[in-house]
C-alpha cells in the first residue's frame, strides 16, 4: 500500500504561479514512477508530468517549458512547479505513483486560473 498526500493549489491569476507537493508513504520502494494528473470539469483525467526513480522527467505538451516536475528521493515528495498558468489549467490535480504496474492516487487537490 501507498499513501499520498497532496498540498499546494488554489486560485491564481492568468500568469501566475503555484506549486503543488505529494509525500508518499508506505511502499514507496516500489514506487516507479511518480507524478501529477489533472482532470478539468467534463474531460478525461491527463498526465500532467511525471519523474522516475532516476529522475527523468516526462511532460505534456501543454505544460512544457511553463511546469517543472522534480522530487526529493529521501522524503519522496514530488513537487511540481507550475508557472505562466493558463485558465486551460484549471483543473482538479491528482498525486499519482505507480508500484509494479498498479497506481495509487491522491485525493486531488483544485487549481484555478482566473483571466
Known amino acids: 500500500q501507498v499513501q499520498l498526500v497532496e498540498s499546494g493549489g488554489g486560485l491564481v491569476q492568468a500568469g501566475g504561479s503555484l506549486r503543488l507537493s505529494c509525500a508518499a508513504s508506505?511502499?514507496?520502494?516500489?514506487?516507479?514512477?511518480m507524478g501529477w494528473y489533472r482532470q478539468a470539469p467534463g474531460k478525461q483525467r491527463e498526465l500532467v508530468a511525471d519523474?522516475?526513480?532516476?529522475?527523468?522527467?516526462n511532460y505534456a505538451d501543454s505544460v512544457r517549458g511553463r511546469f517543472t516536475i522534480s522530487r526529493d528521493g529521501a522524503k519522496l515528495t514530488v513537487y511540481l512547479q507550475m508557472n505562466s498558468l493558463k485558465p486551460e489549467d484549471t483543473a482538479v490535480y491528482y498525486c499519482?505513483?505507480?508500484?509494479?504496474?498498479?497506481?495509487?492516487w491522491g485525493q486531488g487537490t483544485q487549481v484555478t486560473v482566473s483571466s
Open positions: 508506505g511502499r514507496i520502494f516500489r514506487i516507479n514512477p
Open positions: 519523474i522516475t526513480r532516476s529522475d527523468s522527467p
Open positions: 499519482n505513483a505507480n508500484v509494479l504496474g498498479e497506481d495509487y
